[in-house]
């Protein structure tokens, strides 16, 4: 709710939740996105392995993935480096980090 907050004050209006992994997957399939904000404890299917799951698709390989954790320790960091992560974000984070977050991956918004 939040992020989905913070977007809208940028002027980011189509903008769409799932609450996990899973659901989001089954969301991107029939609703194709340009960019996936991922916390990366979510129930049933973490940040990194959504991310794995996006890359290993054809169809969502080019997706920008900006990843949000709490936890952003060095593993965390390469693993969804390696996987193909644009980005991240640590928590706690202002709404400008956010948005900055996400020009890093976009460009200017």
């Known amino acids: 709710g939040l992020i989905t907050q ?3 004050e940028f002027g980011i209006s ?3 939740s799932a609450a996990d992994g899973a659901s989001a997957l089954q969301r991107i399939a029939t609703w194709p ?3 996936v904000i991922s916390d990366m404890n979510m129930p049933g299917m973490n940040g990194l392995q959504l991310l794995h799951a996006l890359r ?3 169809k969502t390989r080019q997706v920008g993935f900006l990843l949000i954790t709490g936890k952003a320790d060095r593993q965390i960091i390469e693993t969804g480096k390696k996987l193909g992560m644009n980005n991240f974000l640590p928590k706690p984070f202002q ?3 956010l948005v900055h977050a996400i020009e890093a991956i976009t460009g200017r918004l």
């Open 95 to 97: 709404p400008k980090d």
């Open 6 to 8: 913070a977007l809208d």
């Open 33 to 35: 996105v340009h960019l």
């Open 56 to 58: 290993t698709n054809p």
């Open 14 to 16: 189509q903008v769409e």
